[in-house]
């Protein structure tokens, strides 16, 4: 499938109905921006990780995370200008085939925090063909918000990483994200226990 046949969707509604399915303290790193200001918004949880000015390594933290702790699923909430500034990790990803990751991009075509710069996701590149060429064959567009859903249960009962792309809006994030980074590391690491609160 592609973006041509995919409906255009709010990002704080797919975040929101993300986080209404997880039930088993499941890591989520939000992507910077209105990525994770959306995540903050749908549901603050010590196993949210909020990125701050690292742009394109939502897929290479949630990585290390999936690497680190195997049985926990972990979840990883990009988009497409960050995703395209990073596109190694996919390959990488799919070398080491870590059972537990599920990666959604947010593609809404533009740099949005920058000034709505059209990314080339908007015109010639399919972020899901890109994805599948560089081996992780478990990715696909989501049509609508049902087909999200069903794709997310599909990815959380996968033996091996996932990504669903899905179409947004242009709409600014809902909620900020309070920019500490101590805190956001420190909470974070008490929410996957491995770390006890300060």
């Not at 590149?125 to 249960?153: H, K, M, P, Y």
């Amino acid at each position: 499938m592609t973006t041509r046949n995919t409906k255009v969707m709010n990002r704080f509604d797919v975040t929101s109905r993300l986080i209404a399915k997880l039930k088993r303290e499941e890591a989520v790193i939000g992507g910077i921006g209105n990525t994770n200001f959306d995540l903050w918004a749908a549901g603050h949880r010590p196993q949210n990780f909020y990125m701050l000015g690292s742009m394109g390594l939502a897929f290479p933290i949630a990585l290390g995370v999936a690497l680190a702790q195997p049985e926990r699923r972990v979840f990883a909430l990009e988009g497409d200008g960050s995703l395209l500034m990073q596109l190694g990790a996919l390959s990488t990803i799919a070398a080491l085939k870590p059972k537990n990751l599920i990666m959604i991009v947010m593609d809404n075509g533009i740099y949005q925090i920058t000034g709505a710069q059209p990314t080339p996701a908007a015109g010639v590149a399919d972020l899901v063909a890109i994805a599948s060429g560089s081996g992780l064959t478990n990715s696909a567009w989501a049509a609508d918000e049902e087909d999200f859903e069903r794709l997310v249960d599909e990815a959380m009962a996968a033996d091996g990483p996932s990504l669903i792309a899905l179409r947004i809006d242009d709409k600014p994030g809902v909620g900020t994200t309070r920019r500490d980074p101590v805190q956001i590391r420190e909470r974070f690491m008490h929410g996957l226990g491995v770390r006890e609160p300060l």
